[in-house]
């Protein structure tokens, strides 16, 4: 087992910027991908970013060039920072990890992440 536990989600406003963690424990291994997805009032729960590894990152088109993912292995961590923030990322943000050996565009799909946390509630005033 996994688990999940996320922080640093905030109220921020527009053109701001916010760093989410995510800490792992329980049974972690180096080659678990990380992931953060997100949930929208009204709206289905989307891809946001995921680390598969140091060279190997994904990004959902709308946070492109915005976010970025990182991994501290010895910290069992994944952080996301978030920059210039828009009143259209307000979402709860939830962390995710899995351990099968998936790459590209797989890891965008919720299904092959086995673990989750509770979320993050992240709002961006205009």
């Known amino acids: 087992q996994v688990q999940l536990v996320e922080s640093g989600g905030g109220l921020v406003q527009a053109g701001g910027s916010l760093r989410l963690a995510c800490a792992a424990s329980?049974?972690?291994?180096?080659?678990?991908?990380m992931g953060w997805f997100r949930q929208a009032p009204g709206k289905e729960r989307e891809f946001v970013a995921v680390?598969?590894?140091?060279?190997?990152?994904y990004y959902a088109d709308s946070v492109q060039g915005r976010f970025a993912i990182s991994r501290d292995s010895a910290k069992n961590t994944v952080y996301l920072q978030m920059n210039s923030l828009k009143p259209e990322d307000t979402a709860v943000y939830y962390c995710?990890?899995?351990?099968?050996?998936?790459?590209?565009?797989?890891?965008?799909?919720?299904?092959?992440?086995?673990?989750w946390g509770q979320g993050t509630q992240v709002t961006v005033s205009s």
């Open positions: 995710a990890s899995g351990s099968r050996p998936y790459y590209g565009s797989t890891l965008y799909r919720e299904s092959v992440y086995e673990y």
């Open positions: 329980g049974r972690t291994v180096s080659y678990y991908f």
């Open positions: 680390w598969r590894s140091a060279s190997m990152t």
